[in-house]
């Protein structure tokens, strides 16, 4: 009977040695992996209690829970995609890990395939009426887009990398599959913290823009009602997507991509021949990759990668480059409202960054507590899906010059 109880002791013993329990106490950096799932914990609350971006906050949360799980190996930990298939061919040897899931589902990350389709999702759920309306918007969207370009500098001063500065400074864009396609090209290795960063800041648009708003604007100029705008066309609708990516991908061909889907995405919309495949595009297509980008961005945040003082200069520059975005996009505003001798509301300037649409509502918001009769949704619409294109056009200028 001794013997029995002596075997079930030892196979249990065994057991609980070889699982991720034991690691945290047997393994010196056992505790990063703890705090790493408390990190997990908070953005999975931060996403389903205060459905802060849930769509993407959700799977990047349980993405980072998984990657952070002791012995699972189911954290990202090729970066380097063709080495990774080169070990797979057999010309090479693993060393101290085997790939896993993530590996395999990370490929569409680094392959540059999943934001572009999330891109083609966006475009088929777009309406660019107002910016068709009124192209000056234009100006605003660019303009957000300083934001990005000064961190940059910034960064650079901080002794990052030009790359790694890049991909920080997208940041400033407020597109998270922007972020994500520059990133796991320029600096995979901050994929994970730019990502999370870049979702976050999302998310706390509503926090984070209107003291900038109310800083860098007087009563008077948030109280400015807007004129209507005028009746779009559908043949205006459908040249739209068609010239904006010839144009864009003409000058920038890093862009083309995700210029090139985004627009298709919007012509599946507005053709009125293809409703089956825009609403696929919306939906069911939509919904798969989120999951899979959301997922495999998550799983690249290794407790290794995650814990050290470049993720807390990381989250201190992507701060910096969207509340300069927003400013840079209210300044420009306050320039069209000079020149346009008060007709032009210099909130919707900080729509530019590309959050749609809830940067757009920021606006709305902010401009009717001064003035009950203010609607600025739709005008604020026009720089804000301008800043969609603008932070692409911004992406292929890193893309162009860094790569």
């Given at each position: 009977?001794?013997?029995?109880?002596?075997g079930?002791?030892?196979?249990i013993?065994?057991?609980?040695?070889n699982?991720?329990?034991?690691?945290?106490f047997t393994?010196q950096?056992?505790w990063?992996n703890?705090?790493?799932?408390?990190?997990?914990?908070?953005?999975l609350?931060?996403?389903?209690?205060?459905?802060?971006e849930?769509?993407?906050m959700?799977?990047?949360?349980?993405?980072?829970l998984?990657?952070?799980?002791?012995?699972?190996?189911?954290a990202?930990?090729y970066?380097?995609l063709?080495?990774?298939?080169?070990?797979?061919?057999?010309?090479g040897?693993?060393?101290?890990?085997?790939?896993?899931?993530?590996?395999?589902l990370?490929?569409?990350?680094?392959?540059?395939?999943?934001?572009?389709?999330?891109?083609?999702?966006?475009?088929?759920?777009?309406?660019?009426?107002?910016?068709?309306?009124?192209?000056?918007?234009?100006?605003?969207?660019?303009?957000?887009?300083?934001?990005?370009?000064?961190t940059?500098?910034?960064?650079?001063l901080?002794?990052?990398?030009?790359?790694?500065a890049?991909?920080?400074?997208i940041?400033g864009?407020?597109?998270?599959?922007?972020?994500i396609?520059v990133?796991?090209?320029?600096?995979?290795?901050?994929l994970?913290?730019?990502?999370?960063a870049?979702?976050?800041?999302?998310a706390?648009?509503?926090?984070?823009?209107p003291?900038?708003?109310?800083?860098?604007?007087?009563k008077?100029?948030?109280s400015?009602?807007?004129?209507?705008?005028?009746?779009v066309?559908k043949?205006?609708k459908?040249?739209?997507?068609i010239?904006?990516?010839?144009?864009?991908?003409?000058?920038?061909?890093?862009?083309a991509?995700?210029?090139?889907?985004l627009?298709?995405?919007?012509?599946?919309?507005?053709?009125?021949?293809?409703?089956?495949?825009?609403?696929?595009?919306?939906?069911?297509?939509?919904?798969?990759?989120?999951?899979?980008?959301?997922?495999s961005v998550?799983?690249?945040?290794?407790a290794?990668?995650?814990?050290?003082l470049?993720?807390?200069g990381?989250v201190?520059?992507?701060?910096?480059?969207?509340?300069?975005?927003?400013?840079c996009?209210?300044?420009?505003?306050?320039l069209?409202?000079?020149?346009?001798k008060?007709?032009?509301?210099?909130l919707?300037?900080?729509?530019g960054?590309s959050?749609?649409?809830?940067?757009?509502?920021?606006s709305?918001?902010?401009?009717?507590?001064e003035?009950?009769s203010?609607?600025?949704?739709?005008?604020a619409?026009?720089?804000?899906?301008?800043?969609?294109?603008?932070?692409?056009?911004?992406a292929?200028?890193?893309?162009?010059?860094?790569?």
């Amino acid at each position: 009977m001794s013997e029995i109880l002596q075997g079930v002791w030892q196979a249990i013993s065994s057991i609980f040695a070889n699982s991720g329990y034991a690691y945290f106490f047997t393994n010196q950096d056992g505790w990063k992996n703890l705090v790493m799932l408390c990190v997990a914990f908070f953005f999975l609350w931060l996403g389903i209690k205060k459905g802060f971006e849930p769509l993407l906050m959700i799977p990047i949360a349980f993405g980072m829970l998984l990657a952070n799980l002791p012995g699972a190996n189911l954290a990202v930990q090729y970066h380097d995609l063709a080495g990774f298939f080169d070990l797979l061919k057999g010309r090479g040897e693993f060393v101290g890990c085997t790939p896993g899931l993530m590996d395999f589902l990370y490929f569409g990350v680094k392959a540059g395939i999943y934001p572009p389709l999330i891109f083609l999702g966006i475009g088929a759920m777009t309406d660019f009426s107002s910016l068709i309306a009124n192209p000056k918007s234009f100006i605003l969207g660019a303009a957000a887009q300083f934001g990005i370009f000064f961190t940059y500098i910034g960064a650079i001063l901080l002794k990052f990398t030009p790359a790694q500065a890049g991909s920080i400074a997208i940041i400033g864009g407020a597109d998270g599959p922007t972020a994500i396609f520059v990133t796991s090209q320029l600096a995979p290795e901050l994929l994970g913290t730019i990502a999370v960063a870049a979702y976050s800041y999302m998310a706390l648009v509503p926090v984070i823009q209107p003291p900038v708003m109310k800083l860098l604007t007087t009563k008077k100029e948030r109280s400015v009602v807007m004129d209507g705008l005028r009746p779009v066309s559908k043949l205006e609708k459908i040249l739209f997507p068609i010239m904006v990516t010839v144009i864009v991908s003409l000058l920038l061909p890093d862009a083309a991509s995700l210029v090139g889907m985004l627009m298709l995405g919007n012509l599946l919309k507005e053709s009125g021949r293809t409703e089956r495949i825009a609403k696929a595009a919306q939906n069911e297509l939509m919904n798969i990759v989120t999951i899979l980008l959301g997922i495999s961005v998550g799983a690249t945040t290794s407790a290794k990668s995650f814990l050290n003082l470049k993720t807390l200069g990381i989250v201190a520059l992507g701060l910096a480059a969207f509340v300069l975005g927003t400013a840079c996009g209210v300044l420009f505003g306050k320039l069209m409202y000079i020149f346009s001798k008060g007709k032009v509301n210099p909130l919707i300037g900080s729509a530019g960054v590309s959050a749609v649409p809830m940067a757009a509502r920021v606006s709305q918001k902010v401009g009717q507590k001064e003035n009950p009769s203010n609607f600025l949704l739709m005008h604020a619409m026009g720089p804000n899906v301008s800043g969609v294109i603008g932070s692409a056009v911004a992406a292929g200028v890193l893309l162009t010059l860094l790569k």
